[in-house]
């Protein structure tokens, strides 16, 4: 039988939750005092602890902090007269289990025991999957690219070929799959280690910035130059340049890239003398570059020039018995970005996971268990935490039930904003799948003055 430590100031309180608990079965002490009940927690160990907010003495988050001092997974439900926020925040910030205002209805306060016993039973239960002593070293090191399926272990191997030397890659996978993150392996497990690493995203810039980023320029070159400026390529120096999204650069600045890669040098935006060129150069895109060529969007030869190794990164549909290793690795990720303690996994949360689609791939997966983590009342990642995102059936559907569209245009400001309704406005996915730029998306919003 649970023993319930119920500690008020208020006679008739007590004996009210004492009659209502005992009659659904629990083992119910009292006190009538903060004090009182910190030295029952010492002597009576009980399971559970319900505790006034004002009482003489120590209030309830003075009560609440000492029995997270002394036993870190006894719940604690907080019970006060005043509806008051701030006090709610504190509570719930120091670890309560749950806050309830008086009066307290016996039905709801049943059901608020049972859950928090059933939480820490759900605890018990399971096995820590994570060590929170891990050093920096470990396997979970924050930028480690995790996975165990053939795909990925043939990835690891030629990771450890071409970190060996400074050839140029292509890295191509979905939005989502870790493609920087691959990047920062080749760089940092090689010859690199020591040299500068440099991240161009080239879809945040326009082609005249784009080229002063990449190649820097010289005073007066164009208006506001007013001092020197060196360039990505400048600042790489024998280390790496990443350039992300390469698919989105113009066919001008690919004429002058195909240079620098050619001649290994480049000059300054309106300077004259040739910088010699010594990084290596990672690509990555989330779109077909041979259709891209194809279509006239992309040159052949930069094309060729960039895949001097090539890794494709499987979506992670396509490598779903990853998914009990990325929970473990991102669980520890996040316990210590944010303070947490989430080391169990409870049942039926990794067959559950497993099955979903993940069109945000690996990215949607991290999100989605910080939103459960920070959600997490105690150390177990809970089903009923995680929410998961389901892409609804395609928009054309919907054009069937409506009036002709009269023009271009309008087919596609309607088209767009189906696909942000669907995502929930989230304009990283909805950029993926109309399969635009994130700076061509705002743009339309703007154009069509969609709203959400």
């Known amino acids: 039988m649970e023993k319930i430590l119920v500690i008020d100031d208020d006679k008739m309180i007590r004996k009210l939750f004492s009659l209502a608990l005992t009659k659904a079965g629990y083992n119910v002490i009292e006190a009538e005092s903060g004090d009182a009940g910190l030295l029952l927690v010492h002597s009576e160990r009980p399971d559970l602890v319900i505790t006034d907010y004002q009482m003489p003495g120590k209030n309830g988050l003075e009560v609440l902090a000492e029995i997270r001092k002394l036993r870190l997974k006894l719940p604690v439900i907080m019970l006060t007269a005043y509806g008051d926020v701030v006090l709610t925040i504190k509570s719930i910030q120091q670890g309560a289990f749950e806050y309830l205002e008086k009066p307290v209805n016996p039905e709801t306060l049943k059901s608020t025991v049972i859950k928090a016993l059933s939480s820490v039973k759900s605890s018990n239960s399971l096995t820590t999957v994570i060590r929170t002593d891990a050093s920096s070293e470990s396997m979970l090191e924050d930028n480690i690219l995790v996975g165990r399926t053939p795909q990925m272990k043939e990835i690891f191997k030629n990771i450890g070929l071409i970190s060996m030397n400074k050839v140029n890659v292509l890295i191509q996978g979905e939005t989502g799959t870790g493609k920087e993150l691959i990047a920062r392996l080749v760089h940092f497990s090689g010859i690199t280690h020591n040299k500068p690493l440099v991240v161009v995203n080239c879809s945040a810039l326009t082609e005249t910035l784009l080229e002063s980023e990449l190649f820097g320029h010289v005073k007066g070159s164009f208006t506001d130059s007013i001092r020197d400026k060196k360039g990505k390529f400048e600042l790489a120096g024998e280390g790496t340049i990443f350039l992300d999204e390469i698919s989105e650069i113009s066919l001008n600045t690919q004429v002058k890239l195909l240079r620098v890669i050619q001649e290994l040098e480049f000059e300054k935006v309106g300077g004259e003398l040739p910088i010699p060129m010594k990084a290596r150069i990672i690509a990555a895109t989330n779109r077909n570059l041979e259709e891209q060529i194809k279509l006239g969007k992309f040159r052949e030869d930069l094309y060729y020039r960039l895949k001097v190794f090539t890794i494709n990164l499987p979506p992670l549909r396509e490598r779903k018995d990853d998914i009990n290793d990325l929970v473990i690795h991102f669980l520890y990720k996040l316990n210590k970005r944010f303070n947490k303690n989430v080391t169990k996994i409870g049942d039926g949360v990794i067959e559950m996971l497993q099955q979903h689609d993940w069109h945000g791939n690996v990215r949607e997966l ?87």
């Open 366 to 452: 991290e999100n989605t268990l910080l939103q459960a983590i920070v959600m997490s009342k105690n150390d177990v990642l809970e089903k009923e935490n995680i929410i998961l995102n389901y892409r609804m059936a395609e928009p054309v559907a919907k054009y069937q039930e409506m009036s002709e569209f009269r023009t271009l245009e309008s087919l596609e400001k309607h088209h767009i904003k189906c696909i942000l309704d669907e995502v929930n406005w989230n304009k990283v996915e909805a950029s993926r799948i109309l399969d635009i730029t994130r700076p061509t998306l705002n743009a339309k919003i703007e154009k069509y003055n969609l709203v959400q």
